[in-house]
């Protein structure tokens, strides 16, 4: 069975951290490019991050210096490390595989005091 799965959201404060995981099965997880997408409420879907099966990477300017993206092909997981968190980071946060375009549920962040 095909699966995307999220975990690590939660609440937290601005300057905090917090580390996303996405675990996949049935698929060669180490062929396909990962990404990490965000939507925010009454706005589109977004790219935040994304990692090659060899490990390039690209990030939106908006967490650049901030978050950084990376995978574990032995353990078919993908990471996002957010840190310095702001409130304009509050969001569901989806997993994605490519080029099949596979999606996780989403795991919501909120950055609030």
């Known amino acids: 069975q095909v699966q995307l799965v999220e975990s690590g959201g939660g609440l937290v404060q601005p300057g905090g951290s917090l580390r996303l995981s996405c675990a996949a099965s049935?698929?060669?997880?180490?062929?396909?490019?990962m990404g990490w997408y965000r939507q925010a409420p009454g706005k589109q879907r977004e790219l935040v991050a994304r990692?090659?099966?060899?490990?390039?990477?690209n990030y939106a300017d908006s967490v650049k210096g901030r978050f950084t993206i990376s995978r574990d092909n032995a353990k078919n997981t993908m990471y996002l490390q957010m840190n310095n968190l702001k409130p304009e980071d509050t969001a569901v946060y989806y997993c994605?595989?490519?080029?099949?375009?596979?999606w996780g549920q989403g795991t919501q962040v909120t950055v609030s005091s």
């Open positions: 049935g698929i060669i997880f180490r062929i396909y490019v």
């Open positions: 990692i090659t099966g060899g490990g390039t990477t």
């Open positions: 994605n595989a490519a080029p099949r375009d596979l």
